[in-house]
């Protein structure tokens, strides 16, 4: 029952939006200054302190999500908001509608890529509850532009867990690398599952897995990224956890360039047969490096690179390999 002498405000309506405003962002808007979106085609246009109203929701947006990757970490994703749901007061991040198209080889392969917000609402839909992959919804604004809005996963990225491990990396190699690993098989038998529900990543790397802070799962993201090719559809989603792979083993990336400076009598021992498929400046026969690494999990590497003649069709096969090398270590 609502306390006596309270007004009880209809949902939608300007007055209602600037009490909620008021009750979780501390905010005080003049009337005159509210702004309600109902059509994101221009999502430049989309500001701090709008209010984006789709369907039920109305999300008060909060400033532009930044690009991680590469150390690009002010870079503005400007079609990816941060927000927060004026019906609940949680944080969400809303991507808005945004479309891109290239072309790319990887080998001989050639590949095209687009970006498709109807298949990322696929996708959500389809790993609704799953722990492994973030949570949202996709809803349409009156021009049928296809919003999605994202329930933030709180935690650092796969990519810092690692940057941050101090130890060298035999230590690292012997002590940590099992128990990532554990959580990474993990994580791809997640990317498994999307292929068995026929939808496929696109954009699989290493800042596309966040650790959730509540369970220590890594948790994938972003999966707005569709592609085409002429050979296995899976095939570049496989890549991508090839790259992965490579890096959480290494410790990093491995590169020519550090090896120069570093470890100038390695590269004597190097061909191009040794270098990442994909990153031509990466080495990808991390044995030759680390002479410890075991053959059971340097093969699955070497799956990856250039003087690769036989490749993974799946997930599950890509899995059993790197489970086989766990379980060497546990004999150990």
């Known amino acids: ?17 600037l009490e909620q405003i008021r009750k979780y962002a501390d905010e005080r808007i003049p009337p005159g200054k509210l702004h309600v979106v109902t059509d994101t085609s221009d999502y430049f246009k989309v500001d701090y302190n709008d209010v984006v109203s789709v369907g039920e929701d109305l999300l008060l947006i909060r400033g532009h999500a ?12 400007f ?76 935690g650092g990225t796969l990519s810092s867990l690692i940057s941050r491990a101090g130890e060298d990396h035999e230590t690292y190699f012997y ?6 690993l554990d959580r990474l098989i993990e994580a791809y038998e997640a990317i498994g599952f999307l292929h068995d529900c026929r939808e496929l990543h696109g954009d699989i790397r290493r800042d596309h897995i966040l650790i959730d802070r ?16 002429e050979i296995n559809p899976v095939g570049f989603d496989l890549y991508g956890l090839g790259n992965v792979l490579s890096y959480v083993v290494g410790k990093g ?11 100038a009598d390695v590269l004597d021992s190097l061909t191009d047969n040794d270098i990442n498929i994909v990153w031509a400046n990466r ?48 004999k150990l």
């Open 1 to 17: 029952m609502a306390e006596q002498g309270a007004v009880c405000l209809e949902p939608q309506t300007p007055e209602y939006i």
């Open 283 to 330: 080495v990808m026969n991390l044995a030759k490096v680390f002479p410890y690494i075991p053959d059971s999990l340097n093969n699955v590497l070497m799956h990856f690179a250039r003087g690769a003649e036989i490749f993974y069709d799946s997930v599950t096969e890509l899995v059993n390999d790197i489970k086989m090398f766990r379980d060497m270590m546990c």
């Open 79 to 154: 079609w990816v908001k941060r927000a927060v749901d004026l019906k609940t007061g949680r944080k969400k991040i809303l991507k808005l509608a945004f479309f891109e198209r290239f072309e790319g080889k990887i080998g001989e392969v050639r590949f095209w890529f687009f970006r498709s917000p109807k298949k990322e609402g696929r996708i959500l839909q389809a790993i609704k509850g799953h722990p492994n992959f973030m949570q949202g919804y996709a809803v349409t604004d009156e021009k049928g532009n296809v919003l999605r809005v994202l329930d933030l996963v709180e």
């Open 214 to 229: 509540s369970t220590g799962r890594f948790v994938w993201i972003d999966f707005d990224y569709a592609y085409q090719t």
């Open 253 to 263: 990336d491995v590169t020519i360039q550090d090896l120069r400076e570093k470890r």
């Open 175 to 180: 002590t940590r690398l099992p128990e990532i």
């Open 66 to 77: 930044r690009e991680g990757r590469f150390g690009l970490d002010d870079e503005p994703k």
